[in-house]
């Protein structure tokens, strides 16, 4: 559990930092856009690690989603921030760290009305780890082929985070795949 707040960068409509402000206290019904990154971890088998958020989320609780999301800090690089969620929310190492959707940018609101409004940098790694995750970040773990993931963002969308589904809409679009 983490003993300290984090810290997210607050943006203006052209991407550039105004600020900061504490994580927990900026995600309300009316949240400022923010950097965040989004990370899609497969195994060398060629499967997606996929995640269901803890209950106790503030935003999108019980919801499946990709592997895991966060938060840079000021001047953290996106490798160092995507390799501490790692470790933090599943206990994992990653490699191979390739950033595949860089322009990446969305707002949605979930069902208690909290809003995510994000500048959010996709992400894919690699990890040999058996996820061992924090229970106030995940509920459950599946490691799943592509193409089942696809399959069932696309019959079950709300059993899913919306960014999920829009990240690989945007993958498809762009001739990409989170496995490579």
């Known amino acids: 559990m983490n003993t300290f707040p984090e810290t997210v960068v607050l943006l203006a409509e052209d991407r550039t930092p105004v600020g900061t402000a504490d994580k927990f206290a900026v995600h309300t019904t009316d949240t400022p856009l923010h ?3 989004s990370c899609h971890v497969r195994n060398t088998d060629g499967d997606v690690l996929v995640t269901r958020r803890a209950l106790s989320k503030k935003t999108w609780p019980g919801v499946w989603t990709n592997t895991f999301c966060g938060h840079p800090g000021p001047d953290e690089a996106f ?3 995507v390799a501490r969620r790692a470790s933090r929310e599943l206990g994992i190492t990653v490699r ?3 950033l595949v959707l ?36 995940v509920a459950e773990w599946a490691w799943v082929s592509e193409d089942a993931l696809r399959e069932s963002v696309a019959g079950a969308p709300f059993a899913w985070s919306p960014w999920l589904g829009w990240q690989l809409t945007e993958l498809e679009r762009q001739g990409l795949r989170v496995t490579r």
Do not use: K, M
Not at 112 to 135: K, L
């Open 96 to 98: 191979d760290v390739e």
């Open 102 to 137: 860089p322009d990446f940018r969305y707002r949605a609101v979930d069902a208690s009305g909290i809003v995510e409004n994000e500048v959010c940098p996709v992400f894919r790694a690699v990890t040999d780890d058996v996820p061992a995750p924090a229970d106030d970040e």
């Open 35 to 37: 950097l965040a990154f």
């Open 79 to 81: 490798e160092d921030a």
